[in-house]
């Protein structure tokens, strides 16, 4: 079983950038699909984006052209790379791995969840 855990997270002004990293463990990280949610109080985790483990990648709607996620297998690392951040971007962000079949932007369809990283975005 892998084990996902994330850092990187911290405070930025409006339109800098923060680049997120996913660490795994246990297993090599290129087996999986991973994917970026987020969930902001109040609101339900979303999708940011998916890195599937052919290499492909999927993004939010909000998050295209924004948000790039790459994958360096020597580190065994999943990272998020977060530019033109906006206020509305203030969450914490988890990375997970794909499980099981279904939709593939469904919370539910992924397990071994890091703890999570705290992102804030001040206006």
């Known amino acids: 079983q892998v084990q996902l855990v994330e850092s990187g997270g911290g405070l930025v002004q409006a339109g800098g950038s923060l680049r997120l990293s996913c660490a795994a463990s246990g297993r090599r990280v290129s087996s999986y699909s991973i994917g970026w949610f987020r969930q902001a109080p109040g609101k339900e985790r979303e999708i940011v984006g998916i890195r599937w483990s052919g290499g492909s990648t999927y993004y939010g709607d909000s998050m295209e052209g924004r948000f790039t996620i790459s994958r360096d297998n020597a580190k065994n690392t999943v990272y998020l790379q977060m530019n033109s951040l906006k206020p509305e971007d203030t969450a914490i962000y988890y990375c997970?791995?794909?499980?099981?079949?279904?939709?593939?932007?469904?919370?539910?369809?992924?397990?071994?969840w890091g703890q999570g990283t705290q992102v804030t975005v001040s206006a």
């Open positions: 997970a791995a794909r499980v099981l079949t279904g939709l593939a932007s469904s919370p539910r369809n992924y397990d071994a």
